[in-house]
């Protein structure tokens, strides 16, 4: 049966998609069946992996959540083997509005999913930048979930609110699900802020932190215009190395899972607003700007 992950954080321009995207990419390339939702009525995923919008208009993963069609007819192949999408366009961003008067509305996708978890290894869900109902309905239907933070100053504004979610989610809904990891994004190897975020922030959620990096690159960047994820744009590019890495980290740590599953970590579970996080975070005056910065895969 398939692993259901989903990519979450209702803060934009985190590296949301760009993660989703290239992560699904590279657990394709390690021969692992893997299934991107594009559950973002931005459609950026789809647009990602080079697929038009005239192509899926009339099957995407709106017409599976509202009932229409049987999610099978809405998925598509990559130019991966292994790699397949179910895209989105901007109808989805009626469905949560449509979804409100239907019975077991947070359970949609999960639904959905029956007729096809047994066809995967993986599913990634790349969810909207919201804490709204399509959201409600990934983290419903998960068994994971990844949180891309951005290696910034205000990295942490709104976890909070992310993680209180996630645990209402736990009580009512799905108490299985499960954290797989704080994914550190676009780090810029060249800033001594960067550098001393990531230390606090490893600090604070200790092994909740995936080892893996992904760091500001050109590449990662571009290839999105060419519709292609960054192992077929670029596999020697850094970004390439990194999302290369974070696969193999995950599939790692699937493998090390204990049998009888675990609480998850005290680190993050007392974490309950910004404001305790945030005064731990570096004061720029205390930053040595000169010290050379350490980038970690």
Do not use: W
């Amino acid at each position: 049966m398939a692993k259901i992950i989903a990519m979450m954080n209702q803060k934009g321009g985190v590296g949301k998609t760009t993660s989703s995207v290239n992560l699904a990419a590279c657990l394709a390339v390690a021969e692992k069946r893997t299934l991107l939702i594009d559950l973002d009525p931005q459609g950026n995923g789809s647009l990602s992996i080079g697929l038009s919008k005239e192509t899926f208009a009339g099957k995407n993963i709106y017409h599976a959540l509202i009932g229409q069609i049987d999610i099978k007819d809405a998925i598509y192949h990559s130019e991966l083997p292994c790699f397949d999408i179910c895209p989105s366009d901007n109808n989805l961003s009626g469905a949560e509005i449509e979804l409100v008067s239907l019975f077991a509305r947070e359970s949609k996708l999960k639904q959905a999913f029956k007729s096809i978890e047994n066809d995967y290894d993986y599913i990634i869900i790349d969810c909207p930048p919201s804490l709204g109902l399509l959201t409600v309905n990934a983290l419903n239907a998960a068994h994971s979930y990844i949180v891309p933070m951005q290696t910034e100053y205000l990295a942490m504004e709104g976890l909070a609110q992310l993680l209180n979610t996630v645990r209402l989610i736990r009580t009512s809904l799905n108490p299985s699900l499960e954290l797989d990891g704080i994914l550190l994004t676009m780090f810029d190897s060249r800033s001594g802020l960067h550098k001393q975020v990531v230390t606090e922030i490893k600090t604070h959620f200790g092994d909740t932190v995936f080892k893996t990096i992904i760091p500001r690159n050109v590449k990662l960047a571009e290839c999105p215009s060419f519709g292609k994820p960054i192992i077929l744009y670029d596999i020697e590019s850094k970004g390439s190395e990194a999302y290369l890495a974070l696969a193999k980290e995950l599939i790692l740590k699937e493998r090390l899972k204990p049998s009888v599953p675990v609480k998850e970590k005290v680190a993050v579970e007392k974490v309950t607003d910004e404001e305790s996080l945030m005064n731990s975070l570096p004061n720029l005056e205390k930053i040595n700007l000169d010290e050379p910065p350490i980038f970690e895969q």
